[in-house]
């Protein structure tokens, strides 16, 4: 349902296949390792969970100069906007449901904030870059492309909110970047975002536009919402360090060196 043919026969015929004989697996998700023994046969006991961890350090290090890495000034974002951190792979990443959203909310009230993709080009992104042009968005809906790291923080920080409608993830780094900078968050209703935003998200069926827009309609109505999302979002991030996730992938190592995972 997301991919051309090709690549769906790529990934059933060559990757799956790899997948199922290797001895052991790391899931970066629960959420992961189930579908990986729900669509693909994978024997559960070859997979082990360790979640991506935040670096906080990184993070700061690469705010420390506000000035230089300033990215309202960089990408002259001028208005409010509502962030989108993701590479632009079409359908998997429902750039086009957020877009019908976001136009649905402009017919209603043409002072709500501008939208920002942050991301590379990636499977048939021109499709995505076409809508914003048919629909004559280009003024309020912006395509960044690749960002340089040391404007990230600056991104997220300033943002109204934090969108990220994907059907379909393994994890969801760039939600738990959100929560980390203390953005508002309002993301698909899939089982691998609930595990990794806990009760932090404002939650969408992302097949559904008029939801994903209710959902963003009530946030940017309800100022004390924000904060509350906001500090949630903050407290959660911090379950989700690289100290903790590396841990958990050596104990992963240490244990199938001694023989105890086979």
């Not at 059933?12 to 004989?21: C, E, G, S, T």
């Not at 997979?47 to 935040?54: F, P």
């Not at 203390?182 to 536009?209: Q, T």
């Not at 379950?239 to 240490?254: H, N, P, Q, R």
Request: hydrophobic letters at 40%.
């Amino acid at each position: 349902q997301l991919y051309t043919l090709p690549r769906y026969l790529y990934f059933r015929w060559v990757v799956a296949p790899l997948l199922k004989r290797q001895r052991h697996l790391h899931a970066i998700s629960h959420a992961t390792q189930k579908e990986l023994e729900t669509f693909l046969g994978v024997d559960s006991s070859k997979i082990h969970v360790a979640h991506l961890g935040l670096s906080p350090l990184r993070l700061a290090v690469q705010a420390s100069d506000t000035k230089t890495n300033n990215a309202r000034g960089r990408y002259e974002l001028n208005n409010p906007y509502m962030l989108y951190v993701s590479a632009l792979d079409h359908k998997r990443k429902n750039h086009i449901g957020l877009l019908d959203a976001y136009e649905s909310l402009l017919k209603k009230d043409s002072g709500i904030p501008d939208l920002v993709f942050v991301g590379p080009d990636f499977f048939q992104a021109d499709v995505i870059h076409n809508e914003i042009k048919r629909r004559e968005l280009s003024e309020r809906v912006r395509a960044l492309g690749y960002v340089p790291d040391r404007y990230m923080p600056s991104l997220y920080r300033e943002a109204t909110l934090f969108l990220h409608p994907s059907t379909l993830e393994g994890f969801g780094y760039p939600l738990l970047e959100a929560m980390y900078f203390g953005v508002p968050v309002a993301c698909a209703d899939i089982e691998v975002f609930r595990e990794v935003g806990g009760d932090v998200p404002l939650f969408f069926d992302p097949h559904s536009p008029r939801d994903i827009a209710n959902c963003i309609e009530r946030l940017l109505g309800d100022s004390s919402l924000r904060e509350a999302l906001s500090q949630r979002g903050k407290v959660r991030a911090i379950d989700f360090s690289v100290e903790k996730s590396t841990a958990e992938i050596l104990s992963i190592y240490e244990r199938i060196l001694a023989g105890q995972c086979d």
